[in-house]
Nanobody, 126 residues
Framework: QEQVTEYGGGSVQAGGSLTLSCEAP????????VGWFRQAPGKERGGVAL???????YSADSVVGRFTISPDNAKNMVYLQMSSLKPEDTAMYYC????????????????????WGQGTQVTVSS
């Protein structure tokens, strides 16, 4: 129930848009937190956006106003809509899930997430 799978990703020019999808059966639970993280070569994995069963959302400062995380509970999917993409958004993007709510510190410390997808590559060219 906690396994997650990412879909989407690809290459896009700067200023373009892309939507990532995460299949997350954990959405059937009463309490859950699903997040998107990213890791660029040579950099640590960092949080992009989180959403939980209470509807609370947290986003990294670098994506506020550009990225939107949203759930589709009927389909057990969580989407990350990305717009105004920049070359610095290039990274491997991962979906992660945990039972329990999200907290802001989880953007910096994803150790409490128990399920991780394989990742999907997003490349933004200038």
């Amino acid at each position: 129930q906690e396994q997650v799978t990412e879909y989407g990703g690809g290459s896009v020019q700067a200023g373009g848009s892309l939507t990532l999808s995460c299949e997350a059966p954990i959405l059937t639970y009463t309490m859950y937190c699903v997040g998107w993280f990213r890791q660029a070569p040579g950099k640590e994995r960092g949080g992009v956006a989180l959403i939980d069963s209470d509807g609370d959302k947290y986003s990294a400062d670098s994506v506020v106003g550009r990225f939107t995380i949203s759930p589709d509970n009927a389909k057990n999917m969580v989407y990350l809509q990305m717009s105004s993409l920049k070359p610095e958004d290039t990274a491997m993007y991962y979906c992660a899930a945990r039972r329990g709510l999200c907290y802001h510190h989880m953007l910096r410390d994803p150790s409490e997430f128990t399920s991780w997808g394989q990742g999907t590559q997003v490349t933004v060219s200038s």
